[in-house]
């Protein structure tokens, strides 16, 4: 009976702890982002699919800025663009001479995982977030939509020094999993006007969804 006593009692003081410690990562989190007026990165993506034979890996570089411009170029030999705005998302595959044209707020909603990244969203008003884990330097927090949208979860590790993302984990409802990992990160670097925008090269079928 006693250690039935020692562990309730136990879990009574990690329980409340733990939501501090959660509370502040997602604070400081936060404030990282709502500091963050510019970001540029290289990233290593993997993709796993129960439809794909195997892993499919490509790496590039990515930019963000505030409001709602992003910019993905992925190198070769699975070239790819994807570029926004603010308003008009693009994406352009050179191989195919295709590129797609789509509304930004179609194709990614406010609670879209992958849209917290580039500032976009608010970790508590959007998401419901759970602290995995907790290391020495690095918090594992586990973001799930309030919204039921078909996006999915998403699982970052955010080193404590910063609150920089170190390496964020996507999985929708398909059973499709993205792990990004991001280096050699800047922030608030100048970005010149032209990096978030597109302009179909010549010879490029321009493709559009039915509503737009």
């Known amino acids: 009976m006693r250690w039935v006593v020692c562990l309730v009692l136990a879990a009574a003081v990690v329980a409340p702890a733990r939501a501090d410690e959660l509370a502040d990562a997602l604070r400081t989190l936060q404030q990282r982002y709502e500091s963050t007026r510019t970001l540029v990165a290289k990233f290593r993506q993997e993709v796993e699919s129960p439809t794909m034979a195997g892993k499919l890996t490509s790496n590039g570089t990515v930019s963000f800025e505030k409001p709602n411009r992003m910019r993905w170029d992925y190198a070769a030999p699975d070239r790819q663009t994807i570029v926004s705005d603010g308003e008009t998302l693009w994406i352009y595959q050179p191989e195919e001479k295709q590129v797609l044209k789509a509304p930004l707020r179609e194709a990614f909603q406010a609670t879209t995982p992958v849209t917290f990244l580039g500032g976009l969203g608010h970790v508590d008003r959007d998401f419901t977030p759970t602290l995995e884990s907790s290391a020495d330097d690095r918090w594992v927090l586990k973001l799930v939509p309030r919204e039921e949208r078909g996006v999915g979860t998403l699982v970052l590790v955010v080193r404590k020094g910063d609150a920089s993302i170190e390496e964020a984990r ?26 978030f925008h597109f302009t179909p090269p010549p010879g490029v079928d321009v493709v559009r969804p039915p509503t737009y």
């Open 170 to 195: 996507i999985s929708d409802p398909l059973g499709t999993t993205t792990h990004l990992a991001l280096s050699e990160e800047r922030r608030n670097v100048s970005l010149g006007a032209d990096l």
